[in-house]
């Protein structure tokens, strides 16, 4: 099924609206949501085709949420990209263990991450 409608879950401003631009200038529709909760409610009401998923914010962190999203009935077959500032082996393979698909880190690169997108689509 190809993605049209991505949630990008990232507790800065920032991040987001970056994010977002990149999303939405190769086509796809973005919502967004500010921590780890708000995500996955999100998630759970929008059903989008993608998840993209920061993992340090306040309160449930990316790794929190994601295994939350991926072990949730209404949201396992929802794919989620982990995207963040945590770049060890370990933090990727823990992200994995959570059920995340793919894993990319901060600062983005934009043409990559389009092109894992694409892939998962």
């Keep these: 099924m190809p993605i049209k409608n991505i949630l990008v879950v990232d507790d800065s401003p920032t991040e987001r609206h970056i994010m ?3 999303l939405q ?3 796809y529709e973005v919502t967004t949501a500010d921590s780890g909760d708000a995500g996955v409610e999100r998630a759970k009401q929008l059903k989008p085709d993608l998840v993209i998923m920061d993992v340090v914010m306040p309160g449930t962190n990316g790794f929190q949420a994601t295994r939350a999203l991926s072990r ?3 949201t396992k077959n929802i794919p989620v990209i982990i995207c963040t500032t945590k770049n060890q082996e370990t933090d990727k393979l823990w992200g994995m263990r959570q059920g995340a698909q793919d894993y990319v880190t901060k600062p983005v690169d934009g043409p990559a991450l389009l092109a ?5 689509g």
């Design 72 to 74: 949730d009935e209404a």
């Design 25 to 27: 200038g190769a086509g």
């Design 116 to 120: 894992k997108i694409a892939a998962l």
């Design 20 to 22: 977002s631009q990149l």
